[in-house]
Structure formats: C-alpha cells, structure tokens
C-alpha cells in the first residue's frame, strides 16, 4: 500500500515538474512548448562527450554531485534562453497554433541534432550510482532516489512558488500571465519576464533529465518525450496558464496511472493507458477550464 | 455582391481552386508516368496519400480553427479496417485470429476495401465526436490528442484483433499512381464542398467570430460534429490507401511522427486553406525528398557532395521555422483562382478565400 503510494508520488513529481516546465511558458506568451522534451534529452546528453558508441563517454557526468546537479540545471536554462533568443522571439505575435508547430520543429532539430552527435541508440550511463540503494521506510523498500525525487521535487515547489510570490520578478511574472499587455504597460519588461520564464522552465527540464537518468540508467534522444506528453496533458486538466493546477494536474495523473496499474484486472492492465486517457477526456468534459481555471484565459466580450 | 446584377452561385465562383489543385495533381502524376523511375513512383504515391491525410485534416482542423492532434487516429483504423477487408483469408487467420468468422471470409477488392475502411473510419469520428465536440480551444486539442492516444494503446495491445504490435503483412500492395491520384482529387473535392456547404460557413464563422455565431443560431457543436465525421472519413480513406501503398501496417506508423508532420505540413502550408493544404504537402515533400537526395550524395564532378546524416532533418526543421516567422499564416494564406478579369470581381471572387484577414499574404 505504501509502496503504491510512493510508487504514484514519485511518478507524480515527474509529471508535475514536466507540467510546471509547460506551464510557466504558456503562461507569459500563450506558447505550448513541444520542444520542452528535447531539452530534457540534451540536458543529459550534456554530461557525455559526442561519440556514437553504445558505451557513453562520461564527459562532465565526473563532476561531484554539488557541481553536477547545478550544471544540469544551467544547461537546460541556457538552451531554453537560447531558443527563446533565436526562435521564440519571431513568434510574439503569431498564433497559438504556429507557435506549436515551431517549437515542434525546434524540437525536431535539437533531436536529430543529438541524433548526430550521439547517434540514436540508448548509452548506459551511471548517473549519482548511490542514489539505487533501496532504503526501507515504515516497512516498504524503495530506492533512495524515489525518495530523493518526492523530497527534491516539494523543495523546488516550494522555492519556486516563494519566487512566484515574494519577489519582485515573480511578481512581474504573474502579472505577464494575467495580462500582458497591461502588465507592459505599468512597466514590467516584457523580454525580461519571458526570459526569466524560459530559464526557469528549462532548469525544470534539466531536473527532470537528472531524475530520468539516475532511475533509467540510460540517455535516449527520445527519454522526454513520454514525460513531455504526460505534463502536456497535466498542464491543460490543471487549467492552462495556472501553475498550482498545474502541479495538482501532475500529481494526480502520476497517481491515476499507478493507482489503474494496480486495480486494473490483469487482462485489462495493457489498457491503461487507454483508461488513463479516457479519465483526461472525462475530466475535461466536465471542466473545460481545467480544475483550476486560470483568470484571463477566455476572452471577455 | 449588389452591383452586380448576374451573381454567380456560390460553387461557379470558388470552383476554380479545386480545379486548379487537381490540375497540380494530375500533371504531377503524369509526369511520374512519364519519366518517373520505380522510386520516385513510391515517391509519389506517398505525396498523395499525404495530401489526402492532410486534405482530411484540413476538412476539420482548417475550418474550426481547432487544433487536431487525433485524426492520425482515424487513420489507424482506416489502415486496419482496410487490412481486415482486402487481406487473403488464410493470412488474415494468422495475423487476426479474433476476427468474426463472416469478416474472415470476406475479401473485397482494394478500391471498395478503402471506400468502407473510410466509411468505418467516419463512423466512430461521429462517435467520439459526439462527446469531444463540445470542447473549444485547447481542451478540445488534448481530448484529441487522449483520444489518438487511447487509439493507439487499443490497437498496440488488442492481440487478436490487431496482431498488437507487431507488423500486420499481406495486405494487398497497389503500385500503379491512379487510384492514389483519384483519391486525392475526391478528398480535395469533398474538402471544396464542404467548405461552401451550409456547415461549413457556419463553421468558419463560428470559428472567426464564436460570440457573433452563436448569437445567429449556429449550433457549434453539431456543425464542429459534422466537418470532424467528414474529416474523419477522408483520413480514414486516406489510412487504407496508405496501407495498400506500403503494405505493412504497425500502430506505431500512425501515432505522434505522422500526427506532427501532417500538421505542418498544414500549419505550413497555409492553415485556412485548401491550397495551403495541398501546397503544404508537395512542397515539403518535395523539400524532404531533395534533402534526402542530398544526404545520399550527390556526384559533383569527380567528388561525391553529400550531407552527413541526420542534417536532413535539421535543415528541415529550421527551414519549417523560417518559413512560419516570415508568414506566420503559412505559404498559401490565400486561395489559388483564376486570375480575374475585373479588378471589383478580385474582392469578391471566392468566399473561400474571405476567411482570410486582409492583408496578410
């Protein structure tokens, strides 16, 4: 029972660190980021020097923890600036469904870029090996790591929304997502703000790409994906643009697809995911809106 | 439309840009007849098939304004229902042992296979439209995209029915362009139709000015319902010919890699119109094909030039992101018709092409 309960906790936190990745850059410029898994593959791929063999060359994956996990972090923040910088910034004033397919496009070049770097086999790579000794907690055995994960993720939650909601950049910030052309108006700098959302939500990513790596044990080009599409789907059932929902959104899938794992009736369990995504389109008939509707999403007449 | 005393209905003014698409069509085909080699035939094939999926897919996604990530779906279920209908009786035994017994005896030609996998396909497009319909924006997006999702995990895990994940063989293989030309054309007329039928002006209304829409009376849901069954439909049709074109179908070949390049390939191509869709297609099929020419080597002189692999795809993916900075509604914001011959009839000369905000191309 507890073991489920970490089990949908740990996946949770994936999903809703992913969804908080997504949701902090719609929230600012109204752009659903596809390209958000990518940036997770590359965050990894930068601890390993560019070869295309199956036995990954450690490169900066040698830096002691306190050095790795920072320089995981400012990789992802720095490519998610960069595409703001060189891509995002021609869209301002495109619409919603142009934005997307660039940032899939963006996706697909950092992609195949990796691809011809690292070619597209899966490399093993030993990530924070310390991190796999199973604890035992209240009499359930899990790995360290999934504890690390549940606690790193409520630290950065918590760093994250006292940012949002005590300093004066996570206030412009809020204010962008609420109104932005208001919020320009009263003087919040409209490219700082989005940068500050772009660096946040690729050091999500880079988070993310450590979690995958130490638990996998693998670098695959294609290792976001599956997670990005996960907190798409939480960002939207959260109510777009709200992070807090956002979050709950995580959670919950996190915890819908163990919980569905463990009651489906075995002849049922390689649907799940089938029922999983039955649940999101139900959750959705019934609040458009997501659970918790951000203000300012529907246009006023 | 008052000063002019004679007014054409509405199909004489706009049938120019089908016609004209055809005619793209067409001279493409008899040019791969002509000079063609076996590849570039194949080469062709898969543009047309292409420009059905995104021809369908136009149908709905171009005239709402709602973003679609589910109709590759509807395609799934048309390659497979194409498969159940067209295959031997013998391999069917092997690869779909769950099938009914009627349906396992069954072996229709491919032309009627595609029409019914399509008609198959429509059918639970009327289904599940039935209840994502009411959704706008983008919740109706990620019920789409759950609902390809949910697709795909049936038909990766139905063992009996779908042979799971492995590849389904045997289906029929068709190599001759024609029957992949006809059906381009079909999913570019019946997108034409559609377009200037009662349902779907109501829809581009409502998808220009929701608020207004619905004040006039028009049911959004039912007319949304309507243009995603006929979407459906034509994608579904589009999935058979495809299966028949490649001969192997696996649920994997119709998940996100043909969702997302079918949606550029209208995103670029122009979103809200029919020749955008087509156009999309050819050109950057067209695109793909010559940067995979390229990355193959091409001999200059005594050398041999050639790109180093996977900057195919790059090239791709940045030239994607050029076109849609500099025209953010696509190549073809505009319909392709025939040049007027009066400057007054230029305004008004296509209905179809109203829908786009003046000034933008």
Redesign the interface.
């Not at chain 1, 830096?63 to 490519?79: D, E, K, M, R």
């Not at chain 1, 660039?102 to 770097?117: E, H, N």
């Not at chain 2, 009996?160 to 001759?176: D, F, L």
């Given at each position: 029972m507890l073991q489920v309960l970490f089990d949908a906790l740990s996946l949770g936190s994936l999903y809703a660190l992913g969804a908080l990745g997504i949701a902090l850059i719609f929230g600012v410029m109204r752009l659903?980021n596809f390209a958000h898994g990518d940036v997770i593959a590359f965050s990894v791929f930068a601890l390993l020097w560019p070869s295309t063999d199956a036995v990954a060359i450690v490169f900066a994956g040698h830096l002691p923890w306190f050095l790795l996990i920072p320089f995981v972090l400012a990789v992802g923040a720095g490519l998610s600036v960069l595409s703001e910088i060189v891509?995002f910034r021609?869209?301002r004033?495109?619409?919603?469904?142009?934005m997307?397919?660039?940032s899939?496009?963006?996706g697909?070049?950092i992609?195949?870029?990796l691809?011809?770097l690292f070619s597209s086999r899966p490399k093993s790579i030993s990530l924070l090996p310390a991190l796999s000794q199973p604890v035992e907690i209240l009499g359930a055995r899990m790995p360290l790591l999934q504890l690390i994960t549940i606690l790193a993720t409520i630290v950065m939650l918590i760093a994250l929304s006292v940012f949002v909601r005590r300093t004066r950049f996570g206030l412009e910030m809020r204010a962008a997502a609420e109104n932005f052309t208001m919020a320009r108006m009263l003087g919040v700098r409209a490219n700082r703000v989005i940068m500050g959302a772009f660096a946040l939500s690729g050091a999500l990513a880079g988070a993310i790409s450590i979690i995958l790596g130490a638990q996998t044990g693998t670098a695959d080009i294609q290792m976001g994906?599956a997670v990005m599409?996960m907190a798409?789907?939480a960002t939207?059932?959260g109510g777009?643009g709200s992070l807090e929902g956002a979050v709950l959104a995580g959670f919950l899938l996190g915890a819908a697809s163990v919980v569905m794992q463990t009651v489906l009736p075995p002849e049922a369990r390689?649907?799940?995911?089938?029922f999983v995504?039955?649940a999101?389109?139900l959750v959705?008939?019934f609040r458009?809106?997501?659970l918790i509707a951000a203000r300012g999403t529907k246009e006023r007449? | 439309m008052a000063s002019f005393p004679k007014v054409k209905s509405v199909a004489l003014r706009t049938i120019s840009t089908p016609l004209i698409l055809s005619a793209v069509l067409v001279v493409l085909a008899l040019v791969t007849v002509a000079y063609g080699s076996r590849p570039f035939n194949q080469t062709m094939i898969d543009i047309f098939v292409r420009v059905i999926l995104v021809t369908g897919l136009y149908i709905f996604v171009g005239n709402s304004g709602v973003?679609s990530f589910g109709h590759i779906g509807f395609t799934c279920m048309g390659a497979y229902a194409a498969a159940w209908l067209t295959m031997p009786p013998m391999m069917k035994e092997l690869s779909f042992p769950g099938l009914p017994d009627w349906l396992k005896a069954l072996q229709l030609p491919y032309g009627p296979g595609a029409v019914l996998a399509g008609i198959f396909a429509g059918v639970f497009a009327l289904i599940f439209g039935r209840?994502?319909m009411?959704?706008?924006g983008?919740?109706a997006s990620?019920?789409t995209?759950?609902?390809l999702?949910?697709i795909n995990?049936?038909y990766a895990?139905w063992e009996s029915v779908t042979s799971a994940t492995n590849s389904v063989v045997g289906i029929p293989i068709v190599r001759t362009i024609w029957p992949y030309l006809i059906g381009a054309i079909a999913a570019v007329f019946i997108a034409w139709a559609h377009a200037i039928s009662r349902h779907g002006l109501a829809l581009r209304a409502a998808r220009d000015e929701p608020?207004a829409a619905l004040a006039s009376g028009i049911d959004i849901p039912r007319v949304r319902l309507v243009a995603f069954t006929l979407s459906g439909a034509v994608v579904g049709l589009g999935g058979a010919l495809m299966a028949h074109s490649i001969g192997v179908v696996t649920p994997d070949t119709f998940y996100?890699g043909l969702t997302?390049i079918t949606?550029?390939m209208l995103?670029?191509g122009g979103?809200g119109t029919l020749t955008g869709a087509v156009m999309g297609v050819v050109l950057l099929s067209l695109l793909i094909q010559g940067l995979r020419w390229l990355e193959r080597g091409v001999p200059v002189g005594e050398s041999t030039f050639a790109l180093?692999?996977?900057?195919q795809?790059?090239l791709?993916?940045?030239v994607?992101?050029v076109i849609?900075?500099r025209r953010?509604?696509g190549l073809f914001a505009r319909e392709f018709v025939w040049p007027a011959r009066l400057g007054a009839r230029r305004r008004n000369s296509s209905a179809a092409t109203r829908n786009v905000p003046a000034g933008d191309a």
């Amino acid at each position: 029972m507890l073991q489920v309960l970490f089990d949908a906790l740990s996946l949770g936190s994936l999903y809703a660190l992913g969804a908080l990745g997504i949701a902090l850059i719609f929230g600012v410029m109204r752009l659903v980021n596809f390209a958000h898994g990518d940036v997770i593959a590359f965050s990894v791929f930068a601890l390993l020097w560019p070869s295309t063999d199956a036995v990954a060359i450690v490169f900066a994956g040698h830096l002691p923890w306190f050095l790795l996990i920072p320089f995981v972090l400012a990789v992802g923040a720095g490519l998610s600036v960069l595409s703001e910088i060189v891509v995002f910034r021609r869209f301002r004033h495109a619409s919603p469904a142009t934005m997307m397919i660039a940032s899939f496009a963006l996706g697909f070049v950092i992609r195949y870029f990796l691809l011809m770097l690292f070619s597209s086999r899966p490399k093993s790579i030993s990530l924070l090996p310390a991190l796999s000794q199973p604890v035992e907690i209240l009499g359930a055995r899990m790995p360290l790591l999934q504890l690390i994960t549940i606690l790193a993720t409520i630290v950065m939650l918590i760093a994250l929304s006292v940012f949002v909601r005590r300093t004066r950049f996570g206030l412009e910030m809020r204010a962008a997502a609420e109104n932005f052309t208001m919020a320009r108006m009263l003087g919040v700098r409209a490219n700082r703000v989005i940068m500050g959302a772009f660096a946040l939500s690729g050091a999500l990513a880079g988070a993310i790409s450590i979690i995958l790596g130490a638990q996998t044990g693998t670098a695959d080009i294609q290792m976001g994906g599956a997670v990005m599409l996960m907190a798409f789907i939480a960002t939207v059932i959260g109510g777009l643009g709200s992070l807090e929902g956002a979050v709950l959104a995580g959670f919950l899938l996190g915890a819908a697809s163990v919980v569905m794992q463990t009651v489906l009736p075995p002849e049922a369990r390689p649907f799940r995911d089938a029922f999983v995504y039955g649940a999101v389109i139900l959750v959705l008939l019934f609040r458009p809106q997501g659970l918790i509707a951000a203000r300012g999403t529907k246009e006023r007449v | 439309m008052a000063s002019f005393p004679k007014v054409k209905s509405v199909a004489l003014r706009t049938i120019s840009t089908p016609l004209i698409l055809s005619a793209v069509l067409v001279v493409l085909a008899l040019v791969t007849v002509a000079y063609g080699s076996r590849p570039f035939n194949q080469t062709m094939i898969d543009i047309f098939v292409r420009v059905i999926l995104v021809t369908g897919l136009y149908i709905f996604v171009g005239n709402s304004g709602v973003l679609s990530f589910g109709h590759i779906g509807f395609t799934c279920m048309g390659a497979y229902a194409a498969a159940w209908l067209t295959m031997p009786p013998m391999m069917k035994e092997l690869s779909f042992p769950g099938l009914p017994d009627w349906l396992k005896a069954l072996q229709l030609p491919y032309g009627p296979g595609a029409v019914l996998a399509g008609i198959f396909a429509g059918v639970f497009a009327l289904i599940f439209g039935r209840i994502l319909m009411r959704l706008s924006g983008i919740a109706a997006s990620i019920a789409t995209f759950a609902m390809l999702a949910m697709i795909n995990t049936i038909y990766a895990n139905w063992e009996s029915v779908t042979s799971a994940t492995n590849s389904v063989v045997g289906i029929p293989i068709v190599r001759t362009i024609w029957p992949y030309l006809i059906g381009a054309i079909a999913a570019v007329f019946i997108a034409w139709a559609h377009a200037i039928s009662r349902h779907g002006l109501a829809l581009r209304a409502a998808r220009d000015e929701p608020t207004a829409a619905l004040a006039s009376g028009i049911d959004i849901p039912r007319v949304r319902l309507v243009a995603f069954t006929l979407s459906g439909a034509v994608v579904g049709l589009g999935g058979a010919l495809m299966a028949h074109s490649i001969g192997v179908v696996t649920p994997d070949t119709f998940y996100l890699g043909l969702t997302f390049i079918t949606l550029s390939m209208l995103v670029v191509g122009g979103i809200g119109t029919l020749t955008g869709a087509v156009m999309g297609v050819v050109l950057l099929s067209l695109l793909i094909q010559g940067l995979r020419w390229l990355e193959r080597g091409v001999p200059v002189g005594e050398s041999t030039f050639a790109l180093p692999g996977g900057l195919q795809e790059i090239l791709l993916g940045v030239v994607m992101i050029v076109i849609l900075a500099r025209r953010p509604s696509g190549l073809f914001a505009r319909e392709f018709v025939w040049p007027a011959r009066l400057g007054a009839r230029r305004r008004n000369s296509s209905a179809a092409t109203r829908n786009v905000p003046a000034g933008d191309a």
